[in-house]
């Protein structure tokens, strides 16, 4: 068996291992920078060794585990999010709770749960990838236990979590009983030799447990508490990574297991993108705190690249998957400028960010470069993003297109609240004159997210190449 195949996941285990034992090992005083830097190294070593495998197309365990360019462009993105994450976690260290070896453990678990989920074809490994990720975020949500609002958010989380994967697994049950198999393979093979009413029912309950993990409406509820009460840089991966693996799984499961059937479900998902895009923006039009405007248009995301899903076509798979590669960088730089924000404020209110263009400029234009690709204003990466999910769509026509003209009139709606971000920054008038001095972390972590906005938006054709490695 090619154990090299499974090098990233490996690396990641043994660093959450080294992180757990460390923790108990190394003075209190110590454990910042150590427990931090040995995360940092074995992200960076992981990511190494994920880009060794593109252009891999092999196995493991009889194809349970499969390592394609799919898989490895996930991995790549998740472990990018993930390390982006670490820097934010180390510099707001300080206003974290209990120990903190627990928090730089369980965004590894997470992160592993990502990788293994993204890299499954068979219905038990994705639930047990589905599962790692979510217990980790259960905990990570609700990190301040002494805070009740955090405590709320993380058990409403949990409840409707776990409702949520008992749909999917009745889905799953119903599915494996009808056709004898949990290998989407297998599955596509006895779907294409017919279907039944009970598999569809099984086929609608598993796109409604992933529709939770995407955070589509309306099995969003948990978003804006979750995102509001977690500890910020938890915000920040949970809003990419999470979305992002739930996304990866899905397109896998339905071009994969289903696509035989795409006739009857993908009405089903551009139903369900229309109502997400829509709820999500009307939602976010009314939001005063930055981190519920960015839940609520992280809903709205999630329906922009169902449009990808809806076309179940190879074309929409990679437009997904480049659309989350710059809605990655994006979300991950606006996190970064609100962690500055709210480390020296203690405020996320969207109206205490009035002249931050005069207190910190560079928090300022990057914020403002971070919510103008989020809104897909050209040239930024978001734009191409856009474009590319609504081209897919449009090769396919029909009814397709009445989805792109929901979507693009979404996209002119989220402008607004957007732009009224920028608007307070830069036009209104600070109440207090006190500099916003941000972490050098920090300021690595934005450089960094605006450095993958360029990449993506610049040099379009390139990534778009290595994404389309990344097609079914």
């Known amino acids: 068996m090619n154990w090299w195949l499974l090098t990233p996941e490996i690396i990641i285990t043994v660093t959450a291992l080294l992180v757990l034992v460390l923790d108990f090992m190394l003075p209190e005083s110590n454990r910042r920078e150590g427990l931090g830097t040995v995360g940092v ?167 409604v447990g992933f529709g939770f993990k995407m955070g589509l409406a309306p099995f969003h509820m948990w978003v804006p508490d979750a995102y509001q009460e977690a500890p910020t840089p938890v915000t920040a991966f949970l809003a990419v990574g999470s979305k992002a693996a739930a996304f990866a799984v899905f397109v896998r499961v339905m071009l994969t297991g289903f696509h035989s059937l795409a006739a009857t479900w993908a009405p089903w998902i551009g139903f369900a993108a229309a109502v997400t895009m829509t709820w999500g923006n009307a939602a976010a039009l009314r939001q005063t705190n930055i981190k519920r405007m960015l839940a609520y248009s992280g809903v709205a995301h999630a329906g922009y690249a169902l449009v990808g899903v809806a076309s179940a076509s190879a074309v929409g798979s990679q437009a997904v998957t480049f659309y989350l590669f710059a809605y990655l960088f994006a979300t991950l730089g606006a996190f970064a400028v609100v962690v500055a924000f709210s480390n020296l404020t203690g405020s996320d209110l969207i109206s205490d960010y009035a002249g931050l263009h005069w207190r910190n400029p560079f928090l300022a234009l990057g914020l403002t470069l971070c919510l103008l690709s989020l809104a897909g204003i050209p040239p930024l990466a978001g734009f191409f993003g856009k474009f590319y999910l609504f081209w897919g769509a449009i090769q396919q026509g029909g009814w397709l297109l009445v989805l792109v003209i929901i979507a693009a009139i979404n996209s002119a709606i989220s402008l607004y609240y957007y732009v009224n971000v920028i608007r307070v920054m830069y036009f209104i008038q600070p109440s207090v004159e006190q500099p916003v001095t941000s972490p050098l972390l920090v300021n690595i972590t934005l450089v960094v997210a605006l450095a993958g906005i360029a990449l993506a938006a610049f040099y379009f054709q390139p990534v778009l190449a290595g994404i389309e490695l990344a097609g079914l």
């Open 41 to 207: 190294l074995g992200l960076v070593v992981a990511l190494l060794a994920s880009f060794r495998l593109l252009g891999v197309e092999d196995n493991l365990f009889n194809g349970v585990f499969v390592v394609d360019r799919l898989a490895v462009a996930f991995k790549i993105i998740f472990i990018s999010g993930a390390l982006l994450v670490y820097l934010l976690i180390i510099s707001s260290l300080e206003r974290l709770p209990g120990r903190r070896g627990e928090f730089f453990w369980l965004v590894l678990t997470a992160l592993l749960g990502m990788m293994v989920t993204a890299a499954s074809r068979e219905l038990v490994t994705i639930y047990v990838g589905i599962e790692l990720i979510s217990l980790s975020f259960y905990a990570l949500v609700g990190y301040r236990r002494d805070d009740k609002n955090a405590t709320e958010a993380a058990l409403k989380y949990f409840i409707l979590g776990s409702f949520a994967i008992g749909l999917w697994l009745y889905g799953a049950a119903l599915v494996y009983g009808l056709t004898g198999q949990t290998d989407l393979i297998e599955i596509a093979k006895m779907v294409d030799s017919g279907s039944s009413p009970l598999l569809l029912i099984g086929l609608f309950l598993l796109i």
